[in-house]
């Protein structure tokens, strides 16, 4: 059973990867880079502090720090813990036509850090908004922070760094850790905030 989830999984990398072009590659190259992320949570850190008021803002961007920590870290260790090799590194894959104009980096790809960290911070970010900001629905927010997570995710099929079930375990943990550190911090805000 095993081996033929590694089969699925391997052919339906090997499709969205075939979908690379001349032109897309360097998008998804930029989705995959994490410098380009630090503008963009710039601005929704200083949109929490807007939106929240600055004590409420700290706390739900301390558990967006939070989220971001324990999904790097953990799925840093459980990489180098079950040596899963990345798809550029699995011969049989290049044989077949995978594409890879990223540079390879670490050999262990299971599971993906982008995919935790996106969206982590995306659920954790949302839900910050959203319960303790319920006047708003943070509809087109929602919208916008998990179509990026997705295309952060996608690109590391793409750049043939992970296999999709390396990001589809990495997008379900981050959502996961997200969940449980937005609701850490709506906890701190209703015990030690209840007038913020």
Excluded at 66 to 74: C, E, G, N, R, S
Excluded at 120 to 141: E, H, I, K, Q, V
Aim: aromatic letters at 18%; a positive charge; glycine letters at 10%.
């Amino acid at each position: 059973m095993l081996e033929r989830l590694i089969g699925w999984d391997q052919e339906i990398t090997l499709w969205i990867n075939s979908f690379h072009s001349a032109w897309s590659d360097p998008v998804w190259m930029l989705f995959s880079d994490v410098k380009i992320w630090f503008p963009l949570y710039g601005v929704l850190i200083g949109m929490m502090f807007w939106r929240l008021g600055w004590k409420k803002g700290l706390v739900v961007f301390l558990s967006c720090i939070l989220t971001i920590v324990l999904a790097d870290q953990i799925s840093y260790h459980i990489k180098e813990s079950v040596d899963r090799l990345r798809p550029y590194y699995t011969a049989g894959l290049l044989e077949r036509g995978l594409h890879w104009p990223l540079n390879r980096s670490s050999y262990f790809g299971f599971f993906s850090g982008h995919a935790s960290n996106a969206f982590g911070f995306a659920a954790c970010s949302y839900l910050g908004f959203r319960l303790n900001d319920p006047g708003r629905s943070y509809r087109a927010y929602s919208w916008f922070i998990f179509l990026w997570a997705g295309f952060v995710a996608l690109s590391r099929v793409m750049m043939a760094a992970h296999f999709f079930g390396d990001i589809l375990v990495g997008t379900l943990f981050g959502l996961a850790v997200g969940t449980l550190c937005a609701a850490l911090g709506r906890g701190v805000i209703r015990k030690w905030l209840p007038t913020a």
